[in-house]
């Protein structure tokens, strides 16, 4: 008598294959939308840990931070060129940057005798983890925004500086110049009083990619800029302003030119991010919102959508749901 084999067919091997793979192409996108939620939990506290610098900076100085400080005198370049130490510098000592900031001598020192020197070069180039988003894909250091021609560190969080164009004249938004601007040295930053729409109706800052479906939008700087041009003014998309502070022109996530309302390439003014459906924005009383790509936005003209309300602390408009 033949002894009885036990063992699968050939078929039923190919079944059992097949079975696997399709549970497996069923996980693999829940898989991945918990990792995106995960990178969101991190981003949102990212800019938590934002809003909570920017609340202890005024307290501290009665003010919050401005665009830039201390820039450079004429010897080391022109108002268009010359290097200027940004908000991210200035709230160092508090996101736990103390040492940091004490190194690169700050507030006593200019930008341009810490890129010229070795060992504080190094630390411009050096990524701080609280300015980036684990979603985005970007570098290190940006090759987009130079400083002075030097690559430093890059950030994927910028501040609310107007709901139309970056403006470095007189913008809405609650980051504007601190100094040396159109030949006023005059200090200009904004105060808790002057956030009249409230500060849960006002953004602070948002989230910047470094590039969306292959358009580079350039993200931005941790700790400084080349000079004080901008896109109201001198329509400069590679220098000044932009690379620290966003405006609300171009819709959010927008990566194509903007048409007849707006000049610029693709949108990289505005805010963007790897996030599903839109970006993160911390406001003014510290709270953390994601924001839809197809919130209410109508670019041009005056500032009257929902977007454009936000990203105005005195426009004095009722904001509606968003």
């Given at each position: ?49 934002f809003g909570l610098a920017l609340h202890n900076y005024h ?264």
């Amino acid at each position: 008598m033949r002894a009885t084999r036990h063992g699968f067919t050939l078929v039923e091997l190919l079944v059992v294959i097949a079975i696997i793979g399709v549970l497996i192409a069923l996980l693999l996108p829940a898989v991945q939308q918990a990792r995106e939620a995960a990178r969101r939990i991190t981003c949102t506290n990212n800019l938590k840990q934002f809003g909570l610098a920017l609340h202890n900076y005024h307290d501290t100085f009665l003010a919050f931070p401005g665009v830039s400080h201390k820039c450079a005198n004429a010897s080391v370049g022109t108002e268009g060129t010359h290097a200027h130490w940004t908000w991210g510098t200035q709230i160092m000592p508090f996101i736990e940057q103390s040492n940091t900031y004490d190194i690169l001598s700050a507030p006593n020192d200019y930008m341009h005798d810490a890129i010229a020197d070795a060992s504080r070069f190094a630390i411009l180039q050096t990524p701080i983890k609280a300015f980036r988003c684990p979603s985005d894909v970007g570098p290190d250091l940006n090759s987009k925004y130079l400083c002075v021609g030097e690559e430093i560190a890059l950030s994927n969080y910028i501040g609310c500086n107007s709901p139309q164009e970056v403006w470095r004249g007189k913008p809405r938004g609650l980051f504007v110049a601190g100094s040396r601007v159109q030949g006023d040295d005059s200090e200009k930053r904004r105060q808790m009083r002057d956030v009249i729409d409230g500060t849960s109706n006002s953004i602070a800052m948002g989230e910047r990619a470094w590039k969306i479906n292959g358009v580079e939008l350039g993200a931005g700087l941790i700790y400084g800029m080349s000079g004080n041009s901008d896109v109201q003014l001198v329509g400069d998309y590679n220098h000044g302003f932009i690379s620290v502070v966003g405006a609300g022109k171009p819709p959010i996530n927008w990566t194509l030119t903007c048409g007849s309302t707006c000049n610029d390439v693709d949108g990289r003014e505005g805010f963007s991010s790897l996030h599903p459906g839109g970006a993160q924005f911390v406001f003014v009383d510290g709270s953390v919102k994601l924001l839809s790509e197809t919130i209410s936005h109508t670019p041009g003209g005056s500032v009257e959508s929902t977007y454009e309300l936000l990203l105005s602390i005195n426009d004095g408009l009722v904001i509606g749901e968003y």
